[in-house]
């Protein structure tokens, strides 16, 4: 090690193994974790000091730490010099700290890059100098600084407790637009919260590509169990196999209202029909169905949840089943009633109701959306529901962890009269 590089030193703690131990404490400090670039020339001009190294010159610190060509001009490029002036705050900074005061001290005199090591200093010695380093006491005695003191005048008794006010002042100044600033942060942090209709559609954003939303075509007539066997209350209904070529009103408007809350977002969308919709395009990524009996698909998926799609024959109802009370059918639809119902100032209220569910499928494995009615006016009710911010609301409030990835169910009725379904009513929230 050469004599410069340990400065008029001769404790023997600073030894190479000690000097490199300091060096790594420092690089993980958080003064210098925050700049790579000043980490990277402090070891490496540590390591080459270490090594005897006689090139610790600016054009071969630009080559080796910053990669720059063996021809570049330093004149024009500072970025050694720049480099070496932030090394220099940050070992001030480091060194300025009241639990680094006791340390082995590596320093980066100005206008050189070679680095000095010099000892801890005693206990009771002072005084840091320009570079954080504290060096003055390494000076010969002749050299260091004489304390002189000088008589004080009245006028100067006068100006402390100016300049204290004025101190006073300035820190409370500084409290008060922390406080500002910090108040102002909080706002806007609040005012730019996610909404709970955002925090719904989040899993499907947040899956890579394109969303398939698949449209049920199969006619709205009720569908079957099939026949042959077991239990048919365990069964899945199956649709009409014959498409239709025509898509229900209230399905078009509920399929522009999700296209439109997926694209405003800037998330891609595909339509398709749910009869040309295979099982490997819904393994490409987020699938959203749309109709519930008419869509084959939607009655598969959503089959093993608490709340399912089922059909009860003997009384002629398609409902929405609740695993937990698989006897009740309080959400139902008759389907022995008119396709048109009756309208005008005496005809009876209607009751419909729809299921929404967003769930990792582990079939698909991917996020998959369900939205269907009963009938079309539950399925206009279930589009209505997913762009009103303020009704998505009311289920976050009901639901534990609606944002999260998993299972969210929601079951919502809507009272139709004169054939126009009026606002939904959340019925049941589930986030198993």
Not at 262 to 280: M, T, Y
Not at 397 to 403: E, L, Q
């Amino acid at each position: 090690m050469r004599a410069v590089d340990i400065q008029e030193s001769s404790a023997a703690d600073l030894n190479p193994e000690r000097i490199l131990a300091q060096l790594e404490l420092m690089i993980q400090d958080e003064v210098f974790r925050s700049s790579k670039r000043s980490t990277e020339f402090l070891t490496y001009v540590v390591t080459q000091a270490l090594n005897g190294s006689e090139q610790i010159k600016e054009r071969t610190i630009g080559i080796e730490v910053f990669g720059r060509s063996l021809s570049y001009d330093t004149n024009s490029d500072h970025i050694v010099r720049t480099a070496a002036t932030e090394l220099r705050k940050r070992l001030a900074i480091y060194y300025g700290g009241e639990k680094h005061r006791s340390e082995l001290r590596i320093g980066l005199t100005p206008g050189s890059y070679v680095p000095h090591f010099t000892a801890p200093p005693e206990p009771g010695q002072a005084g840091v100098d320009g570079d954080g380093l504290g060096e003055h006491h390494l000076l010969p005695e002749a050299a260091r600084p004489v304390a002189v003191e000088l008589p004080v005048r009245p006028a100067d008794l006068q100006e402390a407790p100016r300049a204290r006010r004025a101190w006073g002042q300035a820190v409370l100044v500084l409290a008060v637009l922390c406080v500002g600033l910090a108040a102002g942060w909080l706002g806007y942090r609040w005012l730019q919260k996610p909404g709970a209709d955002f925090l719904f559609w989040k899993p499907v954003l947040d899956t890579p590509g394109p969303v398939l939303v698949a449209v049920g075509d199969v006619p709205q007539g009720p569908p079957t169990l099939p026949g042959g066997a077991g239990n048919a209350a365990l069964q899945t209904p199956v649709p009409s196999a014959d498409s239709n070529q025509t898509v229900p009103f209230a399905d078009a408007v509920t399929i522009a209202r999700v296209v439109g809350a997926l694209e405003s977002r800037g998330k891609a969308v595909v339509i398709r029909r749910e009869s040309s919709s295979s099982f490997s395009d819904l393994r490409e990524g987020a699938v959203v169905l749309i109709g519930a009996f008419n869509n084959e698909w939607s009655l598969r998926l959503t089959h093993p949840l608490r709340y399912s799609l089922a059909l009860d024959p003997d009384r002629s109802l398609i409902y929405i089943k609740d695993a937990r009370n698989p006897a009740a059918r309080n959400w139902s639809w008759g389907t022995n009633q008119p396709r048109t119902p009756v309208q005008g100032i005496n005809s009876p209220k209607l009751e419909d109701y729809a299921l929404i569910s967003r769930l990792d499928s582990s079939e698909t494995g991917h996020v998959v959306v369900v939205i269907g009615g009963l009938y079309t006016y539950g399925t206009a009710t279930a589009g209505e529901f997913l762009t009103d911010p303020g009704l998505m609301e009311q289920v976050f409030r009901k639901a534990p962890r609606p944002g999260a990835h998993g299972i969210l169910q929601i079951v919502l009725g809507t009272t139709v009269t004169d054939g126009t379904p009026g606002p939904p009513r959340i019925l049941a929230v589930s986030t198993e």
